[in-house]
């Protein structure tokens, strides 16, 4: 018989309210090891009210959730031992240098005083803020102060990490190098519950996401799972004459679906349910002797699916910090 490997979280019915408000209105997760596992929703859904309750933070008003087969209420301390909560605003201390921060977490955290030093220098560097590790955190830009919280976080691996919008503020070459830390993680045996309003981060990395609004999940899947659960995708076609476009679009929309003329005066998209169908419209296009320059036939992308799920568009995450930025 093949024994399972216990979740890594396992919620069910979880409840958070605050006088009259309900923030968290009867969520279930089931979350397996080594996996990185995203929870999308706009602001005020309830996604960090449920990082809170699963990291011990804060007692649910009702149901129950066990971390790495830990009672959240009943076992915190167990529960504490074994993960790590970077949220959405820096944790460090602002009167602390950058390496101080790392050495004083590392000490707390059992490592000797040389082993404290070692892996406070090998993560500065690694998140490229070694220059400034002698600065007060409290002159470090909002970026590199992100870096240094999201690198207090693991100066001692945990088994699953809390990351609350962990790259909000961050630069575009910041932001990957941050995914590349999750994913290699994840490699060794963390798992990361990950929540954020960045779709592409979802897309880049989670291999399974909970879609939250109004305090209870709404949809949950692989991200092709719930692409899929969405519809169709488009077969985006580019003519090599553009003066036949409007021939080409009727022609499509009886052959696949409805047709969005693009910008480019030779380009359009019909909303297309499967390969099968695009196939058939691209050879209607050919039968017709309609030249074509260019096809391809597109999935659904997070963004569309956050807003069929939602009704709304995913918030735009704050501008990114730039690479220029420095500590004054």
């Excluded at 979880?14 to 969520?27: C, E, H, N, R, S």
């Excluded at 996996?35 to 005020?44: A, D, K």
């Excluded at 590199?144 to 990490?161: E, G, H, K, Q």
């Excluded at 897309?203 to 692409?227: F, M, N, S, Y």
């Amino acid at each position: 018989m093949t024994l399972h490997a216990p979740l890594a979280i396992e919620a069910t019915g979880l409840v958070k309210t605050y006088g009259d408000t309900t923030a968290v209105a009867g969520i279930d997760l089931a979350v397996p090891p080594g996996v990185v596992y995203g929870v999308l929703g706009p602001n005020g859904a309830g996604k960090t009210t449920t990082i809170r309750m699963l990291a011990t933070l804060i007692r649910p008003d009702a149901g129950s959730a066990r971390v790495l087969g830990h009672d959240v209420v009943t076992e915190a301390d167990a529960v504490r031992a074994q993960v790590s909560l970077t949220g959405q605003l820096a944790s460090v201390d602002e009167e602390l240098t950058g390496r101080e921060n790392l050495v004083l977490l590392g000490r707390l955290l059992g490592l000797s005083r040389a082993g404290a030093r070692a892996r406070a220098d090998e993560l500065l560097e690694a998140f490229g803020i070694a220059a400034a590790a002698g600065k007060l955190v409290k002159h470090y830009s909002g970026g590199m102060r992100r870096r240094l919280d999201i690198a207090a976080s693991i100066v001692v691996t945990p088994r699953l990490m809390f990351l609350d919008e962990p790259t909000t503020g961050l630069d575009p070459r910041s932001r990957n190098h941050v995914w590349e830390i999750a994913r290699a993680l994840v490699a060794e045996g963390t798992t990361i519950l990950l929540c954020t309003q960045y779709l592409e981060e979802a897309d880049q990395l989670a291999d399974g996401i909970a879609v939250i609004d109004r305090g209870t999940v709404i949809a949950e899947g692989t991200p092709a799972q719930l692409k899929a659960s969405v519809g169709s995708g488009g077969l985006r076609v580019r003519l090599l004459d553009a003066e036949r476009r409007p021939e080409a679009a009727a022609l499509l929309e009886r052959a696949v679906g409805p047709v969005t003329l693009e910008a480019d005066p030779a380009g359009l998209t019909a909303q297309c349910p499967d390969s099968a169908r695009a196939a058939t419209g691209v050879g209607e296009l050919a039968r017709t002797g309609i030249g074509i320059a260019e096809f391809a036939l597109d999935q659904p992308s997070l963004d569309e699916v956050f807003l069929a799920l939602t009704g709304h568009a995913a918030e735009v995450p704050p501008p990114a910090a730039t690479l220029e930025e420095q500590p004054s």
